[in-house]
């Protein structure tokens, strides 16, 4: 009896131990996005899956390049692109100015499920995206 219990045991621990090492599926994602070719900053990229519950947010830096820090799951998500909320300074009444978008950028592009920007990240260290969106 104390060896079948002493078994299950040694069973249970080497099998959770074999999930413990998985990897999740997915990988970092970075690129670049511009506006009629030139790079956009200022802005956030935002990629967004509503079936998962799930968004990340990347800052676009001055040449319009942006990378994620974590892994970001495998799956297709809608783009959208937010005034960047970094570097906020305080207003004349002292609450935080409202960003405002990059000049030229459609107000579109701001509702991921209406921007017509989507990308596929698959299960791999990294996704690479380019987008050029357009002003008209």
Request: aromatic share 6%; proline share 8%.
């Amino acid at each position: 009896m104390k060896l079948s219990i002493l078994l299950v045991l040694i069973l249970g621990i080497l099998t959770s131990a074999g999930c413990a090492g998985a990897k999740e599926d997915g990988g970092l994602v970075s690129g670049k996005v511009t506006l009629n070719g030139k790079p956009l900053s200022g802005a956030d990229i935002k990629f967004h899956n509503a079936d998962l519950g799930f968004g990340v947010t990347c800052p676009l830096n001055e040449d319009g390049t942006f990378a994620s820090v974590d892994i970001v799951p495998a799956a297709t998500y809608q783009i959208a692109i937010a005034p960047s909320a970094s570097g906020l300074e305080p207003g004349a009444s002292g609450m935080p100015t409202i960003p405002k978008l990059p000049s030229g950028l459609p107000k579109k592009y701001t509702f991921p499920e209406k921007s017509g920007v989507s990308a596929e990240v698959k299960n791999q260290p990294q996704n690479d995206f380019e987008f050029d969106l357009s002003s008209k």
